[in-house]
């Protein structure tokens, strides 16, 4: 079956844009949890959506976001983007939430604020 | 604030010999826990996890050891192989604090055939 589906894989923003990026869990996943990892503080959890719900957050601010739709599908929208925000951004979806249900990650969207 | 990390951050072995890869925690607290393996441009690919109260769990050439005493989680594998060339990411999540999960930096593990 397909996998974690990440849409673009390459993004390149200017300082104080926005970006909407976009992924497409395995067919019967419920939960997509979105990650951000960088070379200095390496994979960090961002949020994680189930049932279109928000159901965790990680110590981001409130310029991310997310949504899930009701096919399971999910963005994540940065806005005022920062160079800091500079990272692949990766999404993983799980048949279930709560941290024991295996994830199964995609490629990542690589962003370069410039 | 608490975090997870690695002792080594890059390890060199020979194909066919045993690695051994370590990961500190200082959460307490945390009840499950997760190695993951990321090849380069991929993301992130489970491995093994194991929960607090457990001290050893095997899987496939893997095991991994959780030492709770001294918060010392660390991933054995057996005969190692050049596909085994990763970095390697400790994990440790905690219902007890929001849910959150937390990884380790990585570890570089280069085989050498």
């Known amino acids: 079956k397909a996998g974690v589906t990440q849409t673009p894989r390459y993004l390149i923003k200017t300082r104080g844009q926005q970006v909407t990026l976009s992924c497409s869990p395995i067919?019967?996943?419920?939960?997509v949890s979105w990650y951000q990892q960088t070379p200095g503080q390496g994979l960090q959890f961002l949020f994680e959506?189930?049932?279109?719900?928000?159901?965790n957050k990680g110590n981001f601010p409130g310029r991310f976001s997310g949504r899930q739709f009701s096919n399971s599908r999910s963005e994540m929208n940065v806005s005022t983007l920062e160079l800091g925000d500079s990272a692949l951004y990766l999404c993983a979806s799980s048949l279930a939430t709560g941290w024991e249900s295996e994830a199964f990650f995609g490629q990542g969207t690589r962003l370069t604020v410039v | 604030g608490e975090n997870v990390g690695l002792h080594l951050p890059t390890l060199s072995v020979q194909e066919g010999d045993n690695s051994i890869i370590n990961c500190a925690y200082s959460?307490?607290?945390?009840?499950?826990f997760i190695w993951y393996k990321q090849e380069s441009g991929k993301g992130p690919q489970f491995i093994i996890d194991i929960r607090s109260n457990m001290d050893k769990r095997q899987g496939q050439r893997v095991t991994v050891l959780l030492n709770k005493t001294v918060k010392h989680l660390s991933l054995q594998i057996a005969a190692t192989q050049p596909g085994d060339s990763a970095v390697y990411f400790c994990?440790?999540?905690?219902?007890?604090?929001?849910?959150?999960?937390?990884f380790g930096a990585g570890t570089r593990l280069t085989v050498k055939p």
């Open positions: 067919s019967g996943h419920r939960s």
């Open positions: 994990a440790e999540a905690s219902w007890y604090n929001n849910n959150d999960m937390r």
């Open positions: 959506y189930f049932s279109e719900t928000q159901r």
């Open positions: 959460n307490s607290a945390s009840d499950y």
